[in-house]
């Protein structure tokens, strides 16, 4: 079935480690996005693409590392994880940006020990 | 900074009763979204709208560009319409080309 989906679903890990979490969507859509969930800030975003090979940063970047070699996948690296990394991470991706909508993977839920 | 705020935080009706949540922003948007988050749950994308009105059966989104406000209402609301409900902004001219997001109202509907 067509759409975007996380990889993994729950992680745990430990600080210093590196962890990459996986987005996949089957649309064909120019723009993703990295978002964070946490209790106090709601959604933040962390880094977004326009197109395989073009990304720039959100809101919250420090810490993470993108990359966008095919148009369907964007995955997130945290190279040297750190606790304050802990939290939800939603994945998204539209059409265009502004007025198109954007469709959110399930989540992956970062437990960083 | 531009912002988005919601209105209430936390909101808990009995069931059948008429639901109302408030976003307004900062800045002239291109776009405003409503987002649904049941618990543990995904983000679901519920309305985006540039203008006036929208309406999908019990959920109506209404905009006022020029107060810079929108609404979130629900009709006859409904124990399963129990989530967090999350306004989001697509912001014009220049920037990062991703959503804002308010807090998140938090409803509940009692039976």
């Known amino acids: 079935d067509a759409g975007i989906t996380q990889s993994p679903r729950y992680k745990i890990t430990e600080t210093g480690r590196q962890v990459t979490l996986m987005c996949h969507q089957t649309?064909?859509?120019?723009?993703m996005f990295w978002y964070r969930q946490d209790l106090g800030h709601g959604l933040r975003l962390i880094y977004y693409?326009?197109?395989?090979?073009?990304?720039d940063k959100g809101e919250v970047p420090d810490g993470y590392v993108v990359s966008r070699s095919k148009t369907e996948n964007f995955p997130l690296t945290l190279e040297s994880a750190t606790r304050s990394q802990t939290s939800v991470y939603f994945c998204?991706?539209?059409?265009?940006?502004?007025?198109?909508?954007?469709?959110f993977g399930d989540g992956t839920r970062l437990s960083i020990l | 900074k531009n912002e988005v705020e919601q209105s209430p935080q936390n909101l808990t009706a009995q069931e059948g009763e008429f639901i109302t949540i408030n976003c307004s922003y900062s800045?002239?948007?291109?776009?405003l979204h409503w987002l649904q988050q049941h618990p543990g749950g995904g983000i679901v994308s519920l309305f985006m709208l540039s203008s006036g009105k929208k309406k999908h059966g019990r959920l109506i989104a209404t905009i006022n560009i020029q107060e810079k406000h929108s609404s979130l209402h629900i009709t006859a609301s409904h124990p399963r319409d129990s989530a967090v409900y999350i306004c989001?902004?697509?912001w014009g001219g220049g920037g990062a080309d991703g959503l804002t997001f308010g807090k998140g109202t938090h409803l509940i509907i009692q039976p």
């Open positions: 693409s326009a197109a395989a090979d073009i990304t």
């Open positions: 989001a902004v697509s």
């Open positions: 998204a991706s539209s059409r265009r940006v502004g007025n198109q909508p954007q469709h």
């Open positions: 800045v002239g948007i291109s776009a």
């Open positions: 649309w064909s859509h120019s723009y």
